[in-house]
Nanobody
């Protein structure tokens, strides 16, 4: 089992920045995929950014150039640096990992961007 705890969400004005953290614990060996997802009210959960085993990253078109995903293996933590935030970025942000073919989720952290 993998436990994931997100933190760093909050309330920010348009153009502001936040850094989200996702700390993994438990059986973390074998994690091959770590992603940040978000879900706004009434919308489906969408993938925002991913980092794969080996370090390759991908981003949703809507956040390219503004968000950066990174990791600290020593701390079992993945970060999402979010810059130039827009009201459309308002959502609950979740960390999700895949380990040995099984998906695990954190509880989410709320990001609210005011106009």
């Amino acid at each position: 089992q993998v436990q994931l705890v997100e933190s760093g969400g909050g309330f920010v004005q348009t153009g502001g920045s936040l850094r989200l953290s996702c700390e993994a614990s438990g059986s973390t060996f074998g994690i091959s995929f770590t992603g940040w997802y978000r879900q706004a009210p009434g919308k489906q959960r969408e993938l925002v950014a991913v980092v794969r085993e080996g370090g390759a990253t991908n981003y949703a078109d809507s956040v390219k150039g503004r968000f950066t995903i990174s990791g600290d293996n020593a701390k079992n933590t993945v970060y999402l640096q979010m810059n130039s935030l827009e009201p459309e970025d308002t959502a609950m942000y979740y960390c999700g990992v895949i380990r040995l073919g099984k998906q695990f989720w954190g509880q989410g952290t709320q990001v609210t961007v005011s106009s």
